[in-house]
Every structure is written in C-alpha cells, then in structure tokens.
C-alpha cells in the first residue's frame, strides 16, 4: 500500500476522552473511531490487525478439529426463555421488538441458539464429539463502556461451544482449548496465563481465565511468578490425545495463578514468597466445562450405545477478539508508539522514502516494494512529500515491526537501511539483503 493513497486519518492531538495508552493510540493511529459510546467503527488500520487477529484464531481452531458456523446477531427471545436465561441475563442484554410486537434481542453469547442446531440435527452418540464455534459481534449493554476498544458494547468474539457424550470427553474438550488457546495467544506475541476464575451467570465449577498482564488491566491477579517462564513454543500436539491435552494443561495450570474472585489467601501463602505475585490483568479469553446444564433444560440429548437418550456434556469457550487489539497495544508499546508483533502486524514493513521526487530513491523504493509484494508481504510505501522526522514519527506511531530507509546518501554507497521498531536498532545493507531479511522474517522463501 502507498501512503498517498491510503486512508490513514492520524491524529496530531492525544485525544484526552482516552485513559489508557492502548486507547490513546488507537485513536491517534486512525485505526477505530468511536460511533456512540463503547461502539466503534473500524477504520482500515485497525481493521487489518482485527481480521489478523481473527485468522489466527480460525486458523488454530481448525488445527484442533473445531468447525466454523456463523449464528445471527439477532436472536428470537423464546430459545432464552427455554434456558430461563431471558430473566436471568439482566440489562447487560440489549433487548427490543420487532414489527409484530415479538421479543428480540442482540446476541450476547450464543448458549442457546448452538444448542438448537445442535437438537434439530443430531441424534446419535456416533456423531460425537463435536465442537461448533463461530467470530461474531456480540452486544452487552455494559454499565461503564471504557478503553476504547476494551470494554465495548459491541465487541467482536469467538466463543465456542463443544459437545460431547461423556463428562469425560467434555474434559478432554476442555483442555484441547485449553491448548488452542495457549497456541493462539502466542501467536499473537502475547502471554496469556491461565488463571483458575468464578464461572459467574454461565454455571459451572470448570473454568479458567486467560489475563494479559497488564497495569492499566481491570482484573487483579495473584500468581507464582515461575509461571511467566512457561512456553507453549512450537511443540507439536496430537488433539485426539487426552494424556497430551492433559498434560499439558497440568503443566501451565499446576502453580498458583488465580483472579480475585477466587483468590485464596492460605493457598498463595504456599508460595515461596519470592516468587508471590499480585498484579493486574486483562482477560482475553475464557473456558467452561458446565456440563449438562443447558442441554438438559433444552431437551439436547443423543441416543447412547444402549440406545438409551441422554444429555449431551457441554462447555463454552470464547476469545475476545476485538479487546486483543488493545491487550496487544498494552503489553507492547514505547513513548513513540505501538510496536505490532509480526504475528498480527497491519503491514509487515514500511519503506520510508527520505527525498520523494528524487529519481534514484524513487526507483529504488518501488523496487523495494515490488520484491516485498511478490513474495505475498504487504510493505507500507510513505510515499508523501513530507520531512523525514515526520515520517518517522508516522511510522513509529503506527508500529510496524520493520522498517526500510531509503535515500540518496545511502544509495549512492548502495544500501538502505533496516530499522527494527522493537530494538531501535538499524542496520546498512544492500536492498537485495534488506528484502532477504525481511522475507525471512515472516518466513517467506526469497525469489
Ligand atoms: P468481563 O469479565 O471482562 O466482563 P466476561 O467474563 O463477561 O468478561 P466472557 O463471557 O468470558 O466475558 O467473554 C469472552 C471474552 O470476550 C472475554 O474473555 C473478553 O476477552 C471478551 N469480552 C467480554 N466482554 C467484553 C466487552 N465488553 N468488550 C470487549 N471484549 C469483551
Ligand atoms: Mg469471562
């Protein structure tokens, strides 16, 4: 993309409505614009790193068998009247009517409605065990929308819901997202800690949180610090393995790491107190095993072995995608700016040309950018007829995690320049090298 004739809307001022720096710059990078309170349009920018964000959890859902639908925002209140949660939901949910007077609401989650596609179209044990998820916008009515992006009313979520024959095997689903998620968060350059929580209005004694640690982060946290060593890394997983998804979860959820509701002051004390830790959190994501609870009021049951009819064991699971891109701003920013991960990165380089109209540096960016597109990476040209400072400055804000510097000085000793967003650090090397280290990089094969 070429900045000239891109839709970048920066803004100089810090806008003061914004508390917290995710928030901040968020507004000053152009990526959302606030449409009324806790609602936001997404502005290119910042529906890059969205739909980024998203492939990942498509992409690592898929990996562990899960199955893509999509659910309406609008729902017909009466499946919620079955699973008596139309009372029980209170005025988090956003409710109206439609022409003919019937009750309707905005999907906050989305329990009732998988539950019934999965009644009308399953039956047998055999067709066990299945696992539907959907990305959708979800509305609550929050009392206090702040952070932007954060805590919306509308916000975009993954959330999923397994079904399987036996309490066990919904353990097993349990902990294989448990797996996903460790995986997915870490593709997106984040840690998130699994965190033993309070399963609240969806019932339920199996559930953990997923926080980013974080200062400005609404949740406080207590935890063993060894916890912060655990990495998910690379290693592969057999998700049909119950030993391997168990193990796993014994290995990132056997040290103390707990949420204020269900911190328990004798246990923490257990802690060697070095390694005791109380901080903030944000939650990017959550899963429950609930059981039979939703099935059973809602008549989902399969025919067993025996052919006897049973409840279906179920949990939920869900991700909040539109609050990671501030939890990502969050965990990963300086004084000058956002600095993007690769894993989620709007563009994967800027090109920063240093004397527009110059015939050398003008040739030699659009090379740049031509070798960086044809191995399938997005650079971002700034190809404006501005100052440097102010280009760097743009660049810096927004984050890429790479850029190239080009100008005459340079070219005639034939090289460029690489910055890393991250270190700071720059590096003079010729074009051909530049564009070899960013393909490697992202782990493009250089042509
Ligand atoms: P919270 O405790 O923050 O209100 P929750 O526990 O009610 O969240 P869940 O039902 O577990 O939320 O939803 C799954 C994920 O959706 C959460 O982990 C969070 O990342 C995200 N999420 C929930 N509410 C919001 C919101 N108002 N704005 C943005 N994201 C949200
Ligand atoms: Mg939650």
């Given at each position: 993309m070429r900045l000239s004739r891109y839709f970048l809307p920066v803004l100089k001022e810090t806008p003061s409505e914004a508390q917290i720096v995710s928030h901040r710059y968020m507004l000053r990078a152009g990526m959302i614009k606030q449409a009324s309170a806790g609602i936001y349009s997404w502005l290119p920018l910042g529906f890059k790193v969205l739909r980024k964000i998203e492939n990942i959890v498509h992409d690592e859902q898929a990996r562990a068998g899960h199955i893509a639908i999509q659910m309406p925002t609008m729902q017909s209140a009466d499946l919620w009247r079955e699973s008596g949660r139309y009372d029980a939901y209170g005025q988090e949910m956003l409710r109206m009517k439609d022409r003919h007077d019937r009750d309707m609401l905005f999907t906050p989650t989305a329990e009732e409605l998988v539950t019934d596609i999965f009644r009308s179209h399953v039956g047998s044990y055999k067709d066990l065990p299945l696992t539907l998820y959907q990305i959708q916008w979800k509305f609550r009515d929050e009392i206090r929308p702040r952070f932007g992006v954060m805590r919306g009313r509308e916000f975009y979520m993954k959330d999923g819901y397994n079904f399987d024959l036996t309490k066990e095997d919904a353990l097993h689903a349990y902990n294989r997202h448990l797996v996903t998620y460790l995986r997915t968060y870490e593709r997106m350059g984040l840690q998130a800690i699994p965190m033993r929580a309070d399963s609240g209005p969806i019932g339920g004694d199996n559930t953990h949180e997923f926080l980013v640690l974080a200062d400005t982060g609404e949740s406080e946290v207590f935890y063993d610090a060894q916890i912060t060593d655990l990495k998910f890394g690379t290693r592969e997983i057999d998700y049909d393995s119950h030993a391997q998804c168990q193990a796993v979860l014994e290995e990132f959820t056997s040290r103390y790491a707990r949420t204020d509701e269900t911190h328990d002051e004798a246990l923490f004390n257990e802690v060697p107190e070095e390694r005791r830790r109380q901080a903030r959190g944000i939650e990017v994501g959550q899963i429950f095993y609930f059981g039979t609870k939703y099935s059973e009021a809602m008549g989902a049951t399969v025919a067993d072995s025996d052919g006897n009819r049973v409840p279906v064991h179920m949990g939920s699971h869900g991700i909040g995608v539109s609050r990671l891109v501030g939890a990502i701003i969050e965990a990963s920013h300086d004084d000058k700016g956002i600095i993007w991960p690769e894993g989620v990165t709007p563009f994967h380089c800027g090109i920063v040309n240093?004397?527009?109209?110059?015939e050398e540096a003008d040739g030699a960016c659009e090379a740049l950018y031509a070798s960086l597109t044809a191995l399938g990476l997005e650079p971002l040209y700034d190809d404006r007829n501005e100052r440097a400072g102010a280009k760097f400055a743009g660049m810096d804000l927004i984050g890429l995690p790479w850029r190239i510097t080009v100008g005459p000085r340079g070219l005639k000793n034939g090289v460029v320049e690489l910055t890393s967003r991250r270190t700071g650090t720059s590096e003079e090397l010729p074009p051909e090298q530049a564009i070899e280290r960013i393909a490697q990089i992202y782990g493009r094969a250089a042509v």
């Open positions: 240093l004397k527009q109209g110059d």
